[in-house]
């Protein structure tokens, strides 16, 4: 989650463990956009970080999605394990996914 931006985040910033990533998640989906005082929730969920630390967390998370969406970030070319055409499928299909 947001592992390609983090590494461009200031030196200051702490780094994020991959239990906190899944808390962060969790918490996203817990209290979203209409939740008064999201940040500060997100961030007592995740523990060890502040509301604008999650906050920040969330706008690279942004940022990585809109690279992925806008075919700035190219697919992964897999090892194929069966025939190449479920390949084929698999990348259409994930060329016109939208995840926003």
């Known amino acids: 989650m947001a592992s ?3 590494s ?3 030196q200051s910033d702490s780094s994020w463990t991959p239990k906190q990533n899944k ?3 969790k918490a996203l ?19 060890g970080k502040s509301a604008d ?3 920040r967390h969330y706008e690279i998370l942004l ?6 969406e806008s075919g700035r970030v190219p ?3 897999y090892k194929s394990t069966g025939s190449s055409t479920n390949v084929d499928e698999e990348e259409r299909l994930l060329k016109y996914l939208k995840l926003n």
């Open 53 to 55: 630390e999650v906050k």
């Open 75 to 77: 697919l992964p070319k």
């Open 4 to 6: 390609g931006s983090l």
């Open 63 to 68: 940022e990585d999605l809109r690279h992925i």
């Open 8 to 10: 461009q985040q200031k």
């Open 29 to 47: 989906a817990k209290y979203d956009k209409d939740t008064p005082d999201r940040w500060v929730n997100v961030a007592k969920a995740v523990g």
């Open 23 to 25: 808390l962060f998640e």
